[in-house]
Antibody, heavy 122, light 107 residues
Framework: QVQLVQSGAEVKKPGASVKVACKASGYTFRNYGIAWVRQAPGQGLECLGWINVYNGNKKYAQHLQDRVTMTTDTSTSTAYLELGSLRSDDTAVYYCARAVPVRGVWGGMDGWGQGTTVTVSS | EIVMTQSPATLSVSPGERATLSCRASQSVSSDLAWYQQKPGQTPRLLIY???TRPAGVPGRFSGSGSGTDFALTISGLQSEDFAIYYC?????????FGLGTKVEIK
């Protein structure tokens, strides 16, 4: 079955960068996308971006465009999220999720990683 | 950006009763809508995609309806494990956006 296993919790100082890994198994990695979603403490869900693993096309949330990079390594079925110039309001749980096409439209997320807590604090 | 508005914010329901959750989009999203369930301390779980399709393994008491701008998630015969927060999400336009959630609590 679909399994996404994320790297461990991170504590960073403001201005630093963080890189979160998401290793996929149980399916053909190249046939799907990987989305990244975060959830600030006590808050709802925010989609940061997604990457089509097959062709490498990416979409980022506009307000993060200059700070975020999403990549994949198909040799290890691993996706990465890198977020730079961290601020305190980046403190959140970061999830990777498998993005699937529904009637030709990408966007359902049918498998989720366990989440990585990123804390930004001086 | 498409704004997703969920109502009510909190729904108090007795076990065994039916719950109906609403989700409205600020512009048409066709049927490109998903519902997720999230329990405290857990990962979101996909319940419905394409506005009305259940993935394998999702119980039949969960049903989705609607298209365009107005959608609903109905949970028939609420069970104890259904008390959670439910989010709708549109994927018709980038950025994909979520509603703020409806918390279903025990009455």
């Amino acid at each position: 079955q679909v399994q996404l296993v994320q790297s461990g919790a991170e504590v960073k100082k403001p201005g630093a960068s963080v890189k979160v890994a998401c290793k996929a198994s149980g399916y053909t990695f190249r046939n799907y996308g990987i989305a990244w979603v975060r959830q600030a403490p006590g808050q709802g869900l925010e989609c940061l971006g997604w990457i089509n693993v097959y062709n490498g096309n990416k979409k980022y949330a506009q307000h993060l465009q200059d700070r975020v990079t999403m990549t994949t390594d198909t040799s290890t079925s691993t996706a990465y999220l890198e977020l730079g110039s961290l601020r305190s309001d980046d403190t959140a749980v970061y999830y990777c999720a498998r993005a699937v096409p529904v009637r030709g439209v990408w966007g359902g997320m049918d498998g989720w990683g366990q989440g990585t807590t990123v804390t930004v604090s001086s | 950006e498409i704004v997703m508005t969920q109502s009510p914010a909190t729904l108090s329901v007795s076990p065994g009763e039916r719950a109906t959750l609403s989700c409205r989009a600020s512009q048409s999203v066709s049927s490109d809508l998903a519902w997720y369930q999230q329990k405290p301390g857990q990962t979101p779980r996909l319940l419905i995609y394409g506005a009305s399709t259940r993935p394998a393994g999702v119980p039949g008491r969960f049903s989705g309806s609607g298209s365009g701008t107005d959608f609903a998630l109905t949970i028939s015969g609420l069970q104890s494990e259904d008390f959670a927060i439910y989010y709708c999400q549109q994927y018709n336009n980038w950025p994909w956006t979520f509603g703020l959630g409806t918390k279903v609590e025990i009455k």
